[in-house]
């Protein structure tokens, strides 16, 4: 897997990408799909999202693309910084990385990241879709914050574990082997 820092920054990019894709997805049709065709009275989502002008996020209506776009830099940037590193570090606390067959410490790593990320992407998310037109009630932000770590901490556990990191681990192993094919040729070429 990842040896470098690139190659870090490459997995992590790889999985966001895919984490966010499936929250935005999760979020508008699994947990608030219902409400959204109800209240604009539509057969659809993507109807109820065209209908009510966008997604409600930071007290006002967005395109689906600029919420994609928002949520993958915030959530790469928050797992370079935390989720990445932190993650390692409890994972090796209960398991020795050289001891511990692969698959058992690669799970405990998605489980640190999962309940590393889920709470803080909670918060952020928490903050981005407030509802703001009602006013400002710190109360109301915890609730919210919460709700949103009960409905999304499974989710992001079994995903991560089931779905999208062996996508994740797939695709790099393809780059991983095609980059070094290339490097390899270059060489013998040289």
Not at 4 to 30: E, G, R
Not at 157 to 177: C, D, E, N, W, Y
Request: glycine share 4%; proline share 5%.
């Amino acid at each position: 897997m990842p040896t470098s820092k690139l190659q870090h920054a490459l997995y992590a990019m790889i999985t966001v990408f895919f984490t966010v894709h499936a929250y935005v997805f999760y979020s508008l049709y699994v947990v608030n799909g219902n409400v959204l065709m109800r209240v604009t009275n539509t057969s659809s989502v993507l109807d109820a999202i065209a209908a009510q002008g966008g997604v409600y996020m930071i007290g006002r209506f967005v395109p689906i693309w600029a919420v994609i776009l928002l949520e993958f830099v915030l959530a790469f940037t928050l797992e370079m910084v935390m989720g990445g590193p932190c993650s390692f570090r409890l994972a090796a606390r209960l398991f020795h990385p050289k001891e511990t067959h692969p698959v058992l410490f690669e799970t405990a790593i998605i489980s640190a990241t999962a309940a590393l990320m889920c709470p803080a992407m909670s918060l952020i998310a928490a903050f981005l879709y407030y509802p703001y037109y009602a006013g400002f009630d710190f109360l109301t932000l915890l609730a919210n914050w919460l709700k949103l770590v009960c409905f999304n901490f499974p989710f992001a556990l079994l995903g991560q574990l089931f779905f999208i990191q062996p996508l994740v681990r797939t695709i790099f192993k393809a780059i991983s082997r095609r980059t070094k094919k290339n490097t390899d040729h270059e060489q013998q070429a040289a």
